[in-house]
């Protein structure tokens, strides 16, 4: 049991799709979309 990775884990997991959430929420998805938020060349 490693109090360190579970934290990690659990501490990301939320965080991921709640920033992705605001980020689709702010910028048009049209725009962006997933491809904007993981940076491919969609934001050129």
Do not use: A, C, W, Y
Not at 10 to 34: A, W, Y
């Amino acid at each position: 049991m490693h109090p360190g990775s579970q934290s990690r884990g659990i501490g990301k997991v939320p965080q991921q799709p709640r920033e992705m959430t605001l980020f689709l929420n702010s910028e048009p998805p049209d725009e962006f979309g997933v491809e904007g938020v993981e940076g491919l060349p969609g934001r050129r």
